[in-house]
């Protein structure tokens, strides 16, 4: 029984230590999306449609679709994998409207990068 409180114990200190030093570090941004990688499904001449990975499953990735739009220096092709850079997440800024090749008009989130944590507050 005092080996389960001693292990409780240095679990719980743990988390509050690491808890002070991603406050430090910034606070998480709040606008980051829940998907994090997608998979160009077609690329077009703005950027590309791409459907959101689901994280548990590495190859399941046909969850939310989304456009992305044409990044400096960044080349899109079919079945490419797309992931913020380091220290950046992916946020949902707008909405992207097209028409199908059937002639239904679709809307989806159009996603941009956000720095994946926001500036440590001076109060």
């Given amino acids: 029984m005092k080996k389960l409180i001693i292990v409780l114990a240095v679990m719980l200190c743990s ?3 690491d808890g ?15 998907i994090q990688k997608y998979k ?3 690329v077009i001449d703005t950027g590309a449609l791409a459907y959101g990975c689901d994280s548990s499953f590495e190859d399941f990735c046909h969850e939310l679709l989304v456009f992305i739009p ?3 220096g960044e080349m899109f092709y079919d079945d490419k994998i797309i ?7 992916i946020v949902y800024n707008d909405v992207f409207k097209y028409e199908t090749n059937a002639g239904m008009n679709k809307t989806i989130p159009k996603v941009k990068f956000e720095n994946s944590r926001t500036e440590k507050e001076n109060k």
């Avoid at 002070?20 to 829940?34: F, P, Q, V, W």
Wanted: charged share 25%; net charge positive; aromatic share 4%.
């Fill in 20 to 34: 002070s030093l991603n406050y430090s570090a910034g606070n998480r941004n709040e606008r980051c999306a829940d």
């Fill in 70 to 72: 044409n990044i400096k």
């Fill in 40 to 42: 160009v499904a077609q």
């Fill in 15 to 17: 988390c509050a230590i």
């Fill in 83 to 89: 992931k913020a850079p380091k220290n950046k997440c």
